[in-house]
């Protein structure tokens, strides 16, 4: 069980150019998550979907779009980077719909930088 | 809107020692979960509270949830290197739907 997969894992990117972090759970889950990770911030949630085909914003959904392609898929653009969206990304799911009663999963991460 | 706060931010620990870590509230919390990230690694679940006063022991491990669920604690007995790395709590509302909010984490460092 691969559990929760996230491509690529580092990328550099320059001001103004796009990218697309793809996130894939085999679990059957139905909830999943984007969160940033920076330095002495903790854990910010960037966008939430309880189920396919839905999608909430969360604490710092500025600058991002999302788009939960199907139960499995859970991808995160950024349509022009900036330096401060250079962080550590990480994906989460759990089977819980609703979100907030069972664990998450986390991926890998992505180690994003932008100059 | 809700916060959450962790202190301390850091902790250093002789190995034998132990240590607790605290996660206040703003707000009252549905229930709180903790998670392990290891250096260079992900979160990692470890725990979830649920009921007011709730107490939970993972071997060395002590999570506790305050009568009035805004507040939590992680106590760990006899530290471990392997207790290295940042000890995040999550807390969630009912009406968050999903949307929890982290700690900014206690990060561990353990000395032999």
């Known amino acids: 069980n691969a559990g929760v997969t996230q491509t690529p894992k580092f990328q550099v990117l320059k001001t103004g150019q796009s990218m697309t972090l793809q996130c894939a759970q085999d679990?059957?889950?139905?909830?999943m998550y984007w969160y940033r990770q920076d330095p002495g911030m903790g854990l910010r949630l960037i966008y939430y979907s309880a189920s396919e085909g839905t999608t909430d914003k969360g604490e710092v959904p500025n600058g991002y779009n999302v788009s939960r392609l199907n139960k499995r898929e859970f991808s995160l653009r950024l349509e022009s980077a900036a330096p401060s969206q250079t962080s550590v990304y990480f994906c989460?799911?759990?089977?819980?719909?609703?979100?907030?009663?069972?664990?998450?999963?986390f991926g890998q991460g992505t180690r994003l930088t932008v100059v | 809107g809700q916060q959450v706060m962790q202190i301390p931010q850091y902790q250093h620990v002789q190995e034998g020692e132990d240590f607790t870590t605290y996660c206040n509230s703003s707000?009252?919390?549905?229930?709180i979960q903790w998670y392990k990230q290891r250096p260079g690694g992900h979160p990692v679940f470890l725990i979830q509270l649920v009921k007011s006063g709730e107490v939970k022991k993972q071997k060395r491990l002590t999570f506790q949830f305050g009568e009035a669920k805004k507040n939590s604690s992680l106590h760990i007995t006899a530290t471990q290197t392997t207790d290295v790395g940042t000890y995040f709590c999550a807390g969630v509302t009912t009406d968050s739907w999903g949307k929890f909010q982290f700690g900014a984490g206690t990060q561990v460092v353990v000395t032999p």
């Open positions: 679990m059957n889950h139905n909830s």
């Open positions: 707000t009252t919390l549905s229930n």
């Open positions: 989460a799911s759990s089977v819980d719909p609703r979100g907030w009663n069972t664990e998450a999963f």
